[in-house]
């Protein structure tokens, strides 16, 4: 597809959507407005609306880039060999490259745009936040107010949640695509093999979704105060013996790793890396599975 016709689909579309949307919105309103309640009517699409920018701004920041990239490193690929062997592209071509780019940034900014839009029906977590009171009582083993789990916490955990889900999935799709054009190989016995660059842009967005994972394990402590188990409601004995312990250990062993992944640019610490990868796997499964089952 040439740039003219994406441009010209862009401008077809975009506007149809809006079109769309916006008319919604004025029934809407107009309603509201007869029953006395525009302002509420305003509260609530004004912060979907700044979710939706904000969420855009902050996904389209991280996912271009990483397309665009992804783009400029296939310029090195080869088909020979392989089912495209056929077909005549030549990504090494600039005026290819900068088609190839044009078409992986519109890829970007249609994840972008349904990443973004997932945040349209969560807007009470964002009221509740923006808009958080003190109870004047703090919980008796976090030392945190009241409110700070009605109110902050559960906009955290949709934030986290969020870029939990966004970087695994860019890291997932660099991974495919690498593997798929033969830039990430697998040598028996020799484990992958690639380019630096290629390994390096893989590192860096697997660093930060084990980041992501860290801090989720970090909110994770005060799920404990929120559970129900049985006719006991909050944390219990294993919970602050065995689950609270483990919580701790596994946010420390990601991070960990996260900072590994992104020194091992310098420092080959590939061994390091796979012994640490399996004592988080056994501690996640020990501490949060086993031995609470067993106590």
């Known amino acids: 597809m040439s740039p003219r016709l994406i441009r010209l689909a862009l401008f077809i579309f975009i506007p149809f959507i809006i079109i769309s949307i916006s008319s919604s919105y004025i029934m809407e309103w107009l309603w509201m407005s007869e029953l006395g309640y525009s302002q509420v009517f305003w509260t609530l699409r004004g912060t979907q609306i700044v979710l939706i920018v904000s969420a855009f701004i902050v996904c389209a920041a991280y996912l271009v880039p990483n397309f665009r990239y ?33 078409v992986f940034t519109l890829a970007a900014m249609v994840l972008t745009l349904m990443f973004s839009f997932g945040f349209y029906i969560r807007w009470d977590e964002s009221l509740r936040f923006i808009w958080n009171v003190s109870y004047g009582e703090v919980d008796p083993i976090f030392g945190n107010d009241i409110g700070f789990y009605l109110f902050q916490l559960p906009f955290w955990q949709l934030i986290q949640t969020a870029l939990v889900v966004i970087t695994f999935l860019a890291t997932a799709i660099l991974g495919a695509i690498y593997l798929f054009t033969g830039l990430l190989g697998m040598q028996p016995g020799q484990g992958f093999q690639a380019k630096p660059s290629v390994f390096n842009h893989l590192k860096l967005n697997g660093a930060l979704w084990l980041l992501m994972l860290s801090w989720g394990f970090y909110l994770d402590r005060y799920e404990l105060l929120l559970k129900s188990d049985g006719i006991v409601f909050g944390a219990g004995y294993t919970d602050m013996a065995i689950v609270f312990p483990t919580i701790w250990i596994m946010a420390t062993i990601t991070f960990v790793l996260a900072v590994m992944l992104i020194v091992s640019r310098w420092i080959n610490l590939n061994k390091p890396i796979s012994f640490t990868a399996i004592a988080a796997g056994a501690v996640l499964v020990i501490g949060q599975i086993l031995l609470p089952g067993m106590i």
């Open 70 to 102: 992804l783009a400029d490193q296939l310029k090195y690929i080869s088909f020979s060999g392989t089912p495209l062997q056929g077909v005549n592209f030549n990504l090494s071509d600039p005026k290819q490259q900068k088609t190839l780019k044009l």
